[in-house]
């Protein structure tokens, strides 16, 4: 099992540009999730989907799309990136299980300029 | 609205001594938590959880304490290793509806 995974790894962009992060996991998990971690600060979740076929905003979902490709993908894009976008995004998947927990891939690093 | 927070940002301790992590939420419906370490580059890393039917849970040299009457929980390290150097957040979970809270980490330093 590769678990979550996460591409890039890094990126830069230029304000203005555009890019898609992917996410995939191979836990058949219901639940995935897409976070951004500012320096020094905890997650703040963007969106989340809760199964295949739906998805929810969460704390910060402005200026971020999220599509719910099937049940192992989950894809967030930045349609115009700002400098205010620059931060570390991980995604996350989690089962249905009483004590499911949440697994996280190792993030990706976006600057935009 | 929910919010789940640590009490501090930084905790510096010598390597053997045990350490105590703290955090406090806010939803008293909250029933799942987890205890995160997530080391420098990487994504955060389960350690140890809890549900609310429980006061105690023990893991390999951690403890999460939870006390619900005022909402807050603890982690405890015993015999600190350098290794455990790493930010430690608590969440909030809610598998059945998808959703989690996270705090804002607190930094631990362990002194050789």
């Known amino acids: 099992n590769a678990g979550v995974t996460q591409t890039p790894k890094f990126q830069v962009l230029k304000t203005g540009q555009s890019m898609t992060l992917q996410c995939a996991q191979d836990?058949?998990?219901?639940?995935m999730y897409w976070y951004r971690q500012d320096p020094g600060m905890g997650l703040r979740l963007i969106y989340y989907?809760?199964?295949?076929?739906?998805?929810d905003k969460g704390e910060v979902p402005n200026g971020y799309n999220v599509s719910r490709l099937n049940k192992r993908e989950f894809s967030l894009r930045l349609e115009s990136a700002a400098p205010s976008q620059t931060s570390v995004y991980f995604c996350?998947?989690?089962?249905?299980?009483?004590?499911?927990?949440?697994?996280f891939g190792p993030g990706t690093r976006l600057t935009v300029l | 609205g929910e919010s789940v927070g640590l009490h501090l940002p930084t905790l510096s301790v010598q390597e053997g001594d045990n350490s105590i992590i703290n955090c406090a939420y806010s939803?008293?419906?909250?029933?799942?938590f987890i205890w995160y370490k997530q080391e420098s580059g990487k994504g955060p890393q389960f350690i140890i959880d809890?549900?609310?039917?429980?006061d105690k849970r023990q893991g390999q040299r951690v403890t999460v304490l939870l006390n619900k009457t005022v909402k807050h929980l603890s982690l405890q390290i015993a015999a600190t290793q350098p290794g455990d150097s790493a930010v430690y957040f608590c969440?909030?979970?809610?598998?059945?509806?998808?959703?989690?809270?996270f705090g804002d980490g607190t930094t631990l330093t362990v002194k050789p």
């Open positions: 996350a998947s989690m089962g249905r299980g009483r004590m499911d927990t949440q697994y």
């Open positions: 836990m058949n998990h219901n639940s």
């Open positions: 989907s809760a199964s295949e076929g739906t998805t």
């Open positions: 939803n008293s419906a909250s029933d799942y």
């Open positions: 809890i549900r609310s039917n429980m």
């Open positions: 969440a909030e979970i809610a598998p059945w509806a998808g959703k989690s809270t």
